[in-house]
């Protein structure tokens, strides 16, 4: 790696912060890593490569988490062996009881995390939070916040790295960075014009990945039920705003008729993006408990995280964003369709009229 243009990564984060977390690291024992709800691949990428480097450093780490991971991400080394609180909730507090250092990623919001946001809160443990989302931190001892990086799992290599910490990288680890990279930037489509991305990638390539079967991995694993779901929804897709606008809902019974699994629909708001005329996509998932998760997607300039953050309480990145409403689908959709017109402004007009 001597000769490749590696400096700016010495100034990306805070030396200091990383010496802090060195020192933390050094004088911690039990490690507990926790990532937000309905964790994605970033979230899993970076938290299981860095329990990997940590469990080499000869820490007690476990991660822990709200909810289960999706199916499309169980062949993630370390995933299988999360402790999610949905299955064993009086272990996953027990060890964010007993632990004495938390590090936090891919998220900046105590609500991000759900029903473990009040035993994090509780704990006496030392706080590191390494994010890459716009908005206000979450209190902490250590803050490494960059939101011009393109995914936590970037972030967490370049952490790595300043910290003298990425030789310790294997190729599972690697492969789980690499994960976390390629999926919260739409497989290198948004978010990815960074050179010092592909820096990254390279490194994690001489580990020896493999990310032509990464990809498949996380894309070519879709179910028979799956595949007529995604169907389904795109077919009801709704065109708005002069068909710039695409807005997919899936109630709670339609996914129970198509057998729905978490994970079905991941990638499915992107879909109306591969129309030229469409900018911004809206898909609205109606879970239990009358919650309706909401996920944004769009091109060019249109920011769906300040969408998300105005409506949702929410955020994200400029192309990539979601939050969730509470009520019900009905109740969502009344909302958000009141909503919608406020940002049109913002949408670039379309050439030639409207067929929709």
């Not at 020896?208 to 897709?237: C, F, M, P, T």
């Not at 609205?284 to 953050?309: A, H, T, Y």
């Amino acid at each position: 790696m001597t000769n490749r243009p590696r400096s700016r990564f010495n100034t990306v984060i805070d030396p200091e912060a990383v010496e802090e977390v060195k020192k933390l690291v050094l004088v911690k024992r039990k490690v507990v890593i926790t990532c937000h709800v309905s964790p994605d691949g970033d979230a899993l990428g970076s938290s299981t490569a860095l329990c990997g480097v940590l469990k080499s450093l000869g820490k007690d780490v476990k991660i822990v988490t709200a909810d289960c991971a999706p199916k499309s991400l169980l062949f993630l080394p370390g995933v299988r062996d999360i402790v999610s609180h949905t299955r064993e909730p009086e272990r996953a507090r027990k060890l964010i009881e007993e632990c004495d250092l938390i590090f936090c990623l891919d998220f900046n919001d105590m609500k991000r995390v759900d029903r473990l946001g009040e035993f994090i809160e509780g704990s006496q443990a030392a706080r590191v939070v390494i994010d890459h989302h716009l908005g206000d931190a979450l209190p902490c001892d250590v803050l490494i916040s960059r939101p011009e990086v393109s995914s936590t799992s970037a972030l967490l290599y370049i952490f790595l790295y300043q910290a003298g910490w990425a030789s310790r990288l294997t190729r599972a680890t690697a492969a789980d960075l690499y994960t976390g990279m390629m999926t919260d930037t739409g497989n290198f489509s948004y978010n990815s014009n960074d050179p010092d991305l592909y820096v990254i990638i390279a490194d994690l390539l001489r580990k020896g990945i493999d990310k032509d079967n990464l990809y498949k991995l996380v894309h070519n694993n879709a179910s028979e039920s799956a595949l007529r779901l995604n169907g389904y929804a795109q077919y009801r897709a709704n065109y708005l705003l002069g068909g710039r606008l695409a807005l997919i809902t899936l109630s709670g019974q339609e996914l129970k008729e198509f057998d729905y699994n978490k994970g079905d629909t991941e990638g499915l708001v992107n879909m109306p993006l591969t129309i030229p005329e469409v900018q911004w996509s809206i898909f609205m998932r109606e879970d239990p408990g009358e919650v309706v998760k909401v996920s944004m997607r769009s091109k060019g300039d249109f920011p769906v995280n300040l969408v998300c953050q105005e409506l949702l309480g929410g955020g994200g990145h400029i192309n990539a964003a979601g939050g969730e409403f509470r009520g019900s689908l009905p109740q969502a959709l009344d909302f958000i369709l009141e909503s919608v017109s406020r940002y049109e402004h913002l949408l670039t007009p379309r050439q030639g009229g409207s067929s929709h």
